[in-house]
């Protein structure tokens, strides 16, 4: 099974961007769910760094029961994890030299992740600086990659796709003051062929331009939406009309 991966990899080739909200199961919001599939949302996340209620499952079948938008798990721990979703973000945390992030918490999960039913989409993740430090930084006890040193980040996303993996996730942090910048994204998009998705610290109309032009071809927002969803509105349009272009152009 590999639905979403093939979505993800044949929007890609048409060019079309894609928007992904992330849900932390502790803060779910019914009105956030609804408008992102009004508004042609095309993925919704969920998980987050710590997650206090043991509550993904439920989370995932209160989302289900309002939008048609598939539901990937963004794990924080090999604790995450639900035979309700549609994906799974298996993320390797590359950038880091934690073994616990790199391949540890990987074996732990290995056997219910092979037993469920849920489709598996191995994730390069890459932590770049954004400007203080975040729960990410905190929890996964890794160093970021310096915001002004691309080659690093090139380098590592490059290390990911020779491993096989399957997704490039560059991640400044949830709430990050910096989001990743466009030299970064730009050079990570020029080195590598493999979807890129870019998150954290994206809260408005101008950083959703400009992580998508740079060459995100997934962006994902939580914090900003938390504050206000209705912000979806607004984000949602950029992206359709980004798409819309690029069909003109074709
Ligand atoms: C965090 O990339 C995601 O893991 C989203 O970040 O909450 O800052 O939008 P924000």
Redesign the pocket.
């Known amino acids: 099974m590999n639905n979403l991966y093939s979505y993800i990899i044949s929007k890609k080739a048409e060019g079309l961007k894609q928007l992904a909200v992330?849900i932390d199961p502790d803060k779910i919001n019914h009105r956030l769910i609804e408008l992102a599939e009004k508004n042609g949302v095309d993925h919704i996340?969920i998980g987050g760094s710590i997650i206090t209620e043991n509550n993904l499952t439920t989370c995932i079948q209160e989302i289900k029961k309002r939008c048609s938008i598939p539901v990937t798990i963004?794990p924080g721990s090999y604790l995450q994890l639900s035979n309700e979703a549609d994906a799974l973000l298996l993320l390797s945390l590359i950038s880091g030299r934690n073994p616990e992030l790199l391949i540890g918490n990987h074996v732990m999960a290995a056997q219910s992740l092979r037993k469920s039913n849920v489709e598996i989409i191995p994730t390069g993740y890459i932590l770049i600086d954004g400007g203080e430090s975040t729960a990410?930084q905190y929890m996964s006890n890794t160093m970021p990659i310096p915001a002004n040193k691309p080659e690093i980040a090139v380098a590592t996303a490059i290390a990911g796709e020779l491993l096989g993996l399957k997704l490039i996730?560059l991640?400044?942090?949830?709430?990050?003051l910096q989001?990743v910048n466009e030299r970064i994204i730009k050079s990570v998009r020029n080195a590598i062929d493999l979807p890129l998705i870019?998150?954290?610290?994206?809260?408005n109309s101008a950083k959703v331009k400009t992580a998508l032009s740079a060459g995100a071809d997934m962006i994902?927002?939580?914090?900003?939406?938390?504050q206000n969803e209705n912000d979806i509105i607004e984000f949602a349009e950029i992206v359709r009309k980004m798409n819309q272009q690029q069909h003109i152009e074709k």
């Open positions: 992330l996340l963004f990410v996730y991640e400044a942090g949830s709430g990050a989001p870019v998150g954290g610290g994206i809260n994902v927002i939580g914090n900003a939406l938390e």
